[in-house]
């Protein structure tokens, strides 16, 4: 079972950030949350993770409310090169070895 | 950032044949890495777990048979799929954990392989 719940799909004009949330009600305290994107036909591709703070790295920035139950992700500026699948995924500590990909958000981004 | 490589990137094949999809971890020594499928509009699946030296766990419903996976180095890992069949045709990736532990663990994907099985 998906632990965590994204919109089907978003869109945002280019050049404006782009704002995707993820409901994650039922995290437990050492599970981290980590954001990848797909790409049509690759593999996919990190792009930040945290456990309760928010972070911030050269792609994007990573909101987790106090109660750690949901979290948005944030693409400052986005570009036409930003369409893609994003997944929002929960996971353990490192004796728990799952990455389970839910439905993800299908982020677009027009002109 | 760690760089995990697949070959071959797209085979087609024959029903019946058997193909070997390969997964490196290029500058990093992996312990575990994961096989995964994902079927057209939908999302990845988690197929099986393997660690260096050690059987493959198969997810629920996947059967070990068909799916050989070898994990016979820190660095390589390797998927059959035995007697291909249309229904396999599908995108396979991997991923791999960087060795070391600690309290994160982070995952590298492959950029996948597309078989079409005819």
Known sequence: DAKTTQPPSMDCAEGRAANLPCNHSTISGNEYVYWYRQIHSQGPQYIIHGLKNNETNEMASLIITEDRKSSTLILPHATLRDTAVYYCIVRGDYNNNDMRFGAGTRLTVKP | GAVVSQHPSRVICKSGTSVKIECR????????????????????????????????????????????????????????????HPEDSSFYICSARVAGGGSYNEQFFGPGTRLTVL
């Not at chain 2, 995964?36 to 939908?42: D, G, H, V």
């Open chain 2, 25 to 84: 971890s290029l500058d990093f020594q992996a312990t575990t890495m994961f096989w995964y499928r994902q079927f057209p509009k939908q999302s990845l699946m988690l197929m099986a777990t393997s660690n260096e030296g050690s059987k493959a766990t198969y997810e629920q419903g996947v059967e070990k048979d068909k799916f050989l996976i070898n994990h016979a180095s820190l660095t390589l890992s390797t998927l059959t799929v035995t007697s291909a």
